[in-house]
């Protein structure tokens, strides 16, 4: 058979994560320079409107595989889907977004079959036949060419934003979803999922902030958020954090700005002493203007940073707070 | 409760890191410290002991330094730790460090292992996953509580978008711990004095190599990611540099 490239989108409740697009997007690229048609499929209990809206993309073929059983989310109950479904379309290369629930059950999936997965992956590279996958390291600080050293299936999943999901290639006519019905026996779901709630709704919405001044770990200790705290009063902004700072209790989780908090979109967001973890970044980068202070030439923030201010941040803030002082006076 | 915690120790947060000569991994000699999330699933291990009984269990695999981790956690209040010693260790992928561990715990009867979510250096964010796989035990990652019941543990996850979730599992069980799930203590002077006394197995490469098989996935280089955007820098005094910001401020951002 064929090599075949299989994409698993992802759905909650019957809603398509969008991020699944950007795996299509990037198993049309791969296919581009390999020539292996791509497939997908999606996983869950009445999901029929979900494959419709893969359908709208340009693969060849689809497959709803659907089972009562799948209605809530559990990782026995999606790893043993999945590998019946493997075994039985035998795909070389199984792509997925690098989702919670991805992460929750795909190492799982692979390990069953033997094989592992390259995760959180930013791009792919060809070297004459071979395929490569780059994946960020060292918290981005670093990239790495990885390779696969076996045989089908690969298993690979892609960072949020590695690919532009509204590039992804739309089918001329929508294709017909095939039905890929599972027997899965109730004993293999060990967990017993609740459904998913939000904790008390939150007391500041940074949604609607035109400035927002960020602050990271570079900001050392809790008495010093006062300094970042002046900064956002003289600019009439918003105060927020990345993750270790709320973890810590020196600001409220409410604050917090990335996939496990706000995603804002400011006119400014002024970023102090925060590496630009991807976790952090996604939660930021729709910015319209992004400032930067980092004391690391070589921070990722730098990266979606219009303006990287390379320097201690308790040198250049207090200054910087005067001539703002000075500028609106 | 009986639990194991993974451990790892990774570069600091701070530490300027630099590729070694033939771009396979970075100049080791950098500062040390213990995974993030891993130092949280070590407290939230601790507290479950404090509340339920039982023993708490550290292990690391890596280079000789890696120990620090180890006597830390005894420190901090473990009962007794194990260190699978050997410096290729690091390069071994997620499938095979979890081989490692499972081998090296053979034998002993844990009700929970607790994992960091995922590490600094690599960031698999696999190993406790694929360790429940090969234990056959189910599990859950991304955990901000646990409580135990009568029918084994209920967790609470975190999942996207401020979203959360319970989950109801029986135990044996293997958890990936979210950072922030409580606060850290720190080791007291009597609990350093005490980790002297406590056990520390080490294990050796040849006594796991049986369980381990060549990485399926290959690490052929690790080079600084090319940058895609061409960032205005600035630099210089703090004095100067304040006051450019201010003219960005005005006539880029519109906020003055
Ligand atoms: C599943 C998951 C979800 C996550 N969700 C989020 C999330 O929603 N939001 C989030 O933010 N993170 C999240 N994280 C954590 C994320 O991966 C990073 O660990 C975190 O964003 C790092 O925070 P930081 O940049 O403040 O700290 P660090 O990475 O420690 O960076 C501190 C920075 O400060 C700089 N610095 C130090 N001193 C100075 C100084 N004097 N002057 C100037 N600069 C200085 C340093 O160079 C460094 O770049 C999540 C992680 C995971 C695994």
Redesign the interface.
């Known amino acids: 058979m064929a090599n075949t490239i299989l994409v698993v989108a992802e759905q909650h409740e019957g809603k398509l994560n969008r991020v699944s697009f950007e795996t299509v997007k990037a198993a049309q690229d791969i296919s581009a320079a390999k020539g292996w048609p791509v497939h997908a499929a999606v996983a869950g209990g009445g999901i029929e409107q979900v494959a419709g809206e893969i359908a709208a993309m340009d693969v060849e073929r689809l497959h709803a595989i659907d089972s009562p059983a799948l209605a809530a989310y559990t990782p026995d109950g999606f790893a043993f889907a999945l590998n019946r479904f493997i075994a039985d379309t035998s795909p070389q290369l199984v792509l997925m977004p690098h989702t919670y629930q991805v992460r929750d059950f795909a190492p799982k999936l692979a390990t069953a079959l033997g094989r592992p997965l390259i995760s959180d992956c930013i791009g792919f590279k060809t070297e004459g036949d071979r395929l490569l996958f780059t994946r960020s390291m060292f918290q981005g600080k670093f990239a790495a060419d990885v390779s696969f050293a076996c045989g089908a299936p690969w298993f690979a999943t892609f960072q949020n934003g590695a690919f532009r999901g509204d590039q992804a290639r739309r089918a001329a006519s929508p294709r017909a979803v095939e039905l890929f019905s599972i027997d899965l026996p109730e004993s293999v779901i060990r967990n017993r999922p609740e459904a998913p709630f939000k904790e008390a709704r939150q007391a500041v919405d940074l949604t609607q902030a035109d400035v927002i001044v960020a602050v990271g770990r570079g900001i050392k200790e809790q008495k010093n958020i006062d300094l970042a705290r002046d900064l956002a009063a003289a600019l009439g902004g918003e105060i927020a954090a990345s993750r270790p700072i709320c973890d810590s209790g020196w600001l409220p989780m409410d604050r917090q700005i990335g996939s496990s908090g706000q995603t804002v979109a400011p006119k400014l967001y002024f970023a102090l002493g925060i590496s630009g973890a991807i976790q952090h970044v996604v939660g930021m980068k729709g910015s319209r203007t992004v400032i930067a202070i980092n004391k690391d030439s070589e921070a990722p923030i730098f990266e979606v940073a219009d303006l990287a201010v390379v320097g201690n941040l308790f040198d250049i803030v207090p200054p910087l707070i005067e001539e703002i002082k000075k500028a609106r006076a | 409760m009986k639990i194991l915690v993974c451990m790892k120790q990774v570069?600091q947060?701070?530490a300027?890191?630099k590729?070694n000569e033939n771009g396979s991994w970075?100049r080791e000699d950098v500062s040390y410290e213990v995974n993030?999330p891993d130092a949280y699933a070590l407290e939230e291990a601790l507290r479950q002991k404090e509340k339920h009984g039982g023993e708490v269990v550290a292990i690391t695999a890596g280079p000789a330094r890696a120990s620090q981790v180890l006597r830390e956690a005894l420190a901090k209040g473990a009962d007794r730790a194990i260190h699978l010693e050997d410096p290729a260790f690091v390069t071994l992928?997620?499938?095979n460090t979890?081989r490692a561990v499972a081998a090296a715990v053979k034998g002993e009867s844990f009700d929970l292992v607790f994992t960091g979510l995922q590490s600094?250096?690599?960031?698999?964010?696999?190993t406790g996953?694929?360790l429940?796989?090969?234990l056959g035990w189910?599990?859950?990652?991304?955990i901000m509580h646990i409580e135990k019941n009568d029918a084994g543990i209920r967790v609470k996850r975190?999942?996207?978008?401020?979203?959360?979730?319970?989950?109801?599992?029986?135990l044996p069980a293997v958890l990936t711990i979210q950072?922030?799930i409580n606060?850290l203590r720190y080791a007291t002077l009597i609990g350093i004095k005490q980790a002297k006394n406590k056990p520390l197995r080490k294990v050796t490469m040849a006594e796991v190599q049986a369980a381990l098989g060549?990485?399926?996935?290959?690490?052929?280089?690790?080079?600084?990611?090319q940058?895609?955007?061409k960032?205005?820098?600035?630099?210089g005094p703090?004095?100067e540099?304040?006051?450019k910001?201010?003219e960005?401020?005005?006539n880029?951002?519109?906020?003055?």
């Open positions: 570069p947060k701070d300027p890191l590729l970075i993030e992928d997620a499938l979890a600094d250096d690599y960031g698999f964010a696999q996953v694929i429940a796989e090969l189910p599990h859950a990652t991304i975190e999942l996207e978008a401020g979203f959360f979730q319970f989950v109801q599992m029986p950072s922030g606060k060549p990485n399926l996935q290959v690490l052929e280089k690790l080079y600084i990611p940058k895609t955007k960032t205005e820098k600035l630099e703090a004095s540099v304040a006051k910001i201010v960005k401020l005005r880029q951002a519109r906020v003055l």
